[in-house]
């Protein structure tokens, strides 16, 4: 279908540890937009990858698009309990946008 | 700036009645709004795509006519779910696009317990 998988679903990490998650795509993406929801919260804009190889920073977090246009990854540095929720990836595809399947961040103080 | 709201933010409601949800940018001009439905621990799953003065685009599996969708001015959206059902108990959330950008905007969300 129209998703797109992530993983891991889950990642419990300790304050202070790396956290990556990992979008996936059968088919090729134009673009490909990355969202954080915090829990019992609605999804924050993060980011618009377009280029092929793209590779983004804000702050702790580091955003790149694979060179084939089918992959994307967000990569947190040093966890800090704020990082704390639900980060999805989502296509755009013409006018409408699916989110992919999102990974569940839990950071252990 | 571009803020969405949504009201209300929790409704509880027996089952078939009908509820409406109402989805407003508050300070930008919204082309395009969305309209998506988030069960527990799931992802978001986009219902339908609604542009100001047009009819809704729906995804497939969406009962049209269970979910109206009005869009009549480029600030305010809404979605009334008709007779609703105990699983149409959801997180329905809408998002708001500016015209020429990818980018857009949620609302808070508004909670459907269906009793």
């Known amino acids: 279908g129209q998703q797109v998988m992530q993983i891991p679903q889950y990642q419990h990490v300790q304050e202070g540890e790396d956290f990556t998650t990992y979008c996936n795509s059968s088919?090729?993406?134009?673009?490909i937009q990355w969202y954080k929801q915090r829990p019992g919260g609605h999804p924050v804009f993060l980011i618009q990858?377009?280029?092929?190889?793209e590779v983004k920073k804000q702050k702790r977090l580091t955003f790149q698009f694979g060179e084939a246009k089918k992959n994307s990854s967000l990569h947190i540095t040093a966890t800090q309990t704020t990082d704390v929720g639900t980060y999805f990836c989502a296509r755009n595809t013409g006018n409408q946008f699916y989110f992919g399947t999102g990974t569940s961040l839990t950071v252990i103080p | 700036g571009a803020v969405v709201s949504q009201h209300p933010s929790r409704v509880i409601c027996k089952s078939g009645t009908s509820v409406k949800i109402e989805c407003r940018s508050l300070?930008?001009?919204?082309?395009?709004m969305f309209w998506y439905r988030q069960f527990p621990k799931q992802s978001l799953m986009l219902m339908a795509t609604?542009?100001?003065?047009?009819?809704?685009?729906?995804e497939q599996g969406v009962e049209k006519d269970k979910f109206l969708i009005n869009h009549a001015s480029l600030t305010l959206s809404t979605l009334t779910v008709t007779s609703a059902h105990p699983e149409d108990s959801s997180f329905y959330i809408c998002?708001?696009?500016?015209?020429?950008?990818?980018?857009?905007?949620f609302g808070p969300g508004t909670r459907l317990t269906v009793l």
């Open positions: 990858l377009v280029k092929s190889g």
């Open positions: 609604s542009n100001e003065g047009s009819k809704a685009t729906y």
């Open positions: 300070d930008f001009q919204a082309t395009t």
């Open positions: 088919t090729t993406l134009s673009n």
């Open positions: 998002s708001a696009s500016v015209a020429g950008t990818d980018t857009q905007y």
